[in-house]
């Protein structure tokens, strides 16, 4: 008898894309306190229907945060590849990428710098994403388009502080992180009258390790 996976049935698989963009929707208005039920209204399915493609309401954001951090590993790949022709717009357009990301992705917000709560899929996208952001920054800094003294854990820093900006103002300001965006762009850029504090040496052993994979 065979054991092979029978591919779902079109109507089967459109109900499978449906609760997957549903939850996605909702993970990112809402972030990760969700419900199935609340998922399957929005994909306008019953929540039996969920329970037949997906064993759990941890295993479909699973398979959502997967994919957005495939996109997002993407694109980052994407904005390496850029860096190398057109240093300091890439190295711009990265940097608002991964705020406007945090800022209208509530779910991605929590997970991107919680790389250890996802699947291993997910840690592998995220370090493919980290290898080719370590590229970007290091094609804008040898162009001249950045600081010579910038430091790749200055994204981390960043991203933490957008994180944290966000929780705090994003219904009475929706748009600060624009214009703390820009205000960092600003500062990334033109080089200081006084030295910085040198990064922590765990960030610099998280760069080490990042260059191989994980």
């Known amino acids: 008898m065979s054991t092979e996976k ?8 459109r109900n499978r894309q449906a609760i997957i963009c549903a939850a996605g929707s909702v993970l990112a208005q809402e972030g990760r306190d969700v419900t ?6 929005v994909a ?4 039996g229907t969920i329970y037949r493609r997906f064993s759990s309401l941890d295993e479909l954001l699973g398979v959502v945060l997967e994919e957005k951090m495939r996109r997002y590993a993407e694109r980052t790949e994407q904005f390496a590849g850029q860096a190398e022709s057109e240093p300091w717009e890439a190295f711009r357009e990265y940097v608002m990428f991964i705020l406007e990301l945090q800022a209208t992705d ?4 929590d997970v991107l710098l919680s790389a250890r709560r996802g699947s291993e899929l997910f840690r592998d996208e995220l370090s493919r994403a980290f290898r080719a952001s370590v590229r970007l920054v290091e094609h804008a800094r040898s162009a001249g388009a950045i600081r010579a003294d910038f430091h790749h854990s200055d994204l981390l820093m ?9 929780r705090g103002t994003q219904k009475a300001a929706p748009l600060a992180w624009k214009r703390f965006g820009e205000y960092m762009l600003q500062a990334f850029r033109e ?3 006084e ?5 922590s040496k765990i ?3 998280t760069l080490a390790a990042g260059r191989g994979g994980r």
């Open 6 to 13: 029978r591919p779902l049935r079109a109507d089967a698989e």
């Open 36 to 41: 199935l039920e609340h998922i399957a209204d």
């Open 44 to 47: 306008g399915v019953g929540v």
């Open 106 to 109: 509530a779910a991605f917000n």
């Open 158 to 166: 960043l991203q933490h502080a957008a994180r944290g900006l966000l």
């Open 191 to 193: 080089p200081g009258d």
């Open 195 to 199: 030295p910085l504090t040198a990064p």
């Open 203 to 205: 960030w610099a052993r």
